[in-house]
C-alpha cells in the first residue's frame, strides 16, 4: 500500500503484483481524519491481502503494526454497512472476539469488499469475554469508512483468487 509522499496525501493506492491489479481510492480526510492520518503516518506497508474468513465477499489486509487510538465510532465514520468501493479500517483489541486475524493478540485491519455479499463479521462467545467457550454469535464489525474509490485495474476480479493462498503487497 503506497501513497505519494505529501503531509495530507489525497490518495492510496493497493497492488497486488501477482496479478498486476491495483485500486487507488480516495482519502476522506473530512469524514475521518484520525484514521486516514493514522494509515498514512504508517505508509508505505509490505503486508499480505487476503480472503476474509467470516464475511463474503471481503477482502484485507493486516498492518504491520497495530494501530491504536484511532476511535471506531461516528466521529470517524463508523458504519457496519459494508460496500464495494470503499477502504475501511478495523481494530481487533485481543479478548474482544474469538479468533480473527491474530488470536490472542490486538490486530488493525484495511479492508475492502468485491462483490455484493460482503458484511464484516466476527464471532463472540454468548457467555461473554474473553469470548472462548460456545456458543458463539456473529457480529458485525463497526469499521470506520476512510477511502473512496477513485480506479481500478482488475482489482476487484482480482480479490477472489487472496482466498486460495494470499498474496504479498
Not at 498492518?63 to 491504536?68: E, G, I, Q, W
Not at 454468548?126 to 469508512?145: C, I, K, Q, S
Request: aromatic share 10%; hydrophobic share 35%.
Amino acid at each position: 500500500m503506497t501513497t505519494p509522499q505529501h503531509r495530507n496525501p489525497t490518495a492510496v493506492k493497493i497492488s497486488l503484483p501477482r496479478y498486476s491489479a491495483s485500486a487507488t481510492y480516495r482519502l476522506l480526510w473530512e469524514r475521518a481524519p484520525k484514521t486516514c492520518a493514522a494509515i498514512c503516518a504508517a505508509l508505505p506497508m509490505n503486508t499480505t491481502a487476503f480472503h476474509g474468513r467470516n464475511s463474503g465477499d471481503e477482502a484485507l489486509l493486516v498492518t504491520p503494526s497495530v494501530l491504536l487510538g484511532v476511535p471506531q465510532d461516528e466521529s470517524e465514520n463508523a458504519t457496519k454497512e459494508h460496500t464495494m468501493n470503499h477502504l475501511y479500517f478495523g481494530l481487533e483489541e485481543a479478548g474482544k472476539s474469538y479468533g480473527g486475524c491474530a488470536p490472542g493478540s490486538s490486530a488493525s485491519e484495511i479492508c475492502w469488499f468485491y462483490g455484493p455479499a460482503g458484511l464484516a463479521q466476527y464471532f463472540v462467545s454468548m457467555n461473554g469475554p474473553p469470548h472462548d467457550t460456545p456458543p458463539f454469535v456473529r457480529e458485525t464489525a463497526n469499521l470506520n469508512e476512510f477511502a473512496s474509490l477513485l480506479e481500478e485495474d482488475g482489482f476487484y476480479d482480482s480479490c477472489p483468487k487472496l482466498q486460495r493462498g494470499g498474496e504479498t503487497e
